[in-house]
């Protein structure tokens, strides 16, 4: 009796489901970035909005809702209606290190968040100002031996992705390096370009056009392959310290509850967006790789890179307010 009756219910939920699937979107899709304009996770959002509007022509516009590590506006995105009409452009930041720094939240990254795909990884670049007389990684990694505490480096706020790559290279390297923390990306990079500070990890985007440039010296990236975009810098592994791999990623999420038809629409489309060539192109340009992972493979990313930052921060001690 039971399996009848779960039969019959499981026949009206598939139909209402597939016609649910069938008309999104009907109106206008809000995009919260929980950071300011100009940034990455705003830069990838704008893209997949372009496209989602061109594909479906119904307008999503980009809501920026910055403040206090991406929590604002995540914690909004956590608390509105699961209709697929409100998405969210996460970050490792948002999901994976914010719950292991912050003592509380008023979201959950897993239990409030239906994931929908990770659109890009952009792994993080060790560079140096020019005024640092090093070269390569082992040159550094001599210098930092030689003076120790005297070298440090700039991140976007404690317990940052920034921050938590920093201290993962000094407990695998065991060299003495002063964290310098900033209220975000931006002013790090103004002292590190004006040599108030010595290094940083930072992504690609942020850093190859100033290695290209020559207003900084790229020493490593933190991949388990060279970057298209800059190909001439090594990676960790490469360079002599295998196994070191930090970065950001930026995926598009729903809040929990959304209906498994409409996250499988935009699944969907994001991967069809991904592999355009226009896409390709200026991912290549920007030093990101694309993803497109399945709902179900995004989930346990998130997983691991909690378990992941989640060490790095208790080991070092890190905790934010």
Not at 176 to 197: E, W
Request: hydrophobic share 45%; glycine share 10%; no cysteine.
């Amino acid at each position: 009796m039971i399996k009848g009756i779960l039969l019959v219910v499981s026949l009206v939920i598939w139909p209402a489901s597939s016609g649910l699937a069938q008309v999104f979107p009907s109106k206008t899709i809000r995009f919260i970035v929980p950071f300011p304009a100009g940034g990455g996770a705003d830069l990838w959002a704008r893209v997949i909005g372009e496209k989602l509007t061109a594909a479906w022509g119904q307008n999503v516009i980009i809501d920026n809702r910055s403040g206090a590590s991406g929590i604002i506006g995540t914690e909004l995105a956590s608390r509105a209606t699961p209709d697929g009409y409100t998405l969210l452009m996460g970050t490792t930041g948002t999901h994976a290190t914010n719950p292991v720094v912050f003592s509380k939240l008023n979201y959950d990254s897993i239990r409030d968040f239906a994931p929908i795909s990770n659109f890009v990884d952009t792994p993080f670049m060790l560079v140096a100002h020019p005024s640092v007389p090093v070269k390569s990684l082992k040159d550094l990694m001599s210098l930092a031996k030689a003076r120790p505490g005297q070298l440090n480096y700039a991140s976007f706020g404690i317990g940052s992705s920034a921050h938590l790559a920093g201290e993962l290279f000094k407990s695998m390297t065991k060299l003495n390096i002063v964290h310098v923390p900033y209220r975000g990306g931006p002013p790090a990079m103004v002292d590190l370009l004006s040599g108030q500070v010595s290094l940083m990890f930072n992504s690609l985007p942020a850093v190859i056009p100033q290695v290209k440039a020559g207003r900084l010296r790229g020493i490593a990236v933190a991949s388990a392959r060279r970057a298209k975009g800059i190909p001439e810098i090594p990676t960790f592994g490469e360079a002599g310290l295998p196994g070191f791999e930090a970065g950001s990623w930026y995926g598009v999420f729903a809040p929990s509850g959304t209906p498994g038809a409409v996250i499988a629409k935009l699944h969907s489309e994001i991967v069809r967006m991904l592999g355009s060539p226009d896409i390709q192109q200026r991912l290549v340009a920007e030093g990101a790789d694309p993803v497109g992972n399945t709902p179900e493979q995004f989930a346990e990313q998130i997983k691991r890179d909690i378990a992941k930052w989640g060490k790095v921060a208790r080991e070092a001690g890190i905790r934010a307010e």
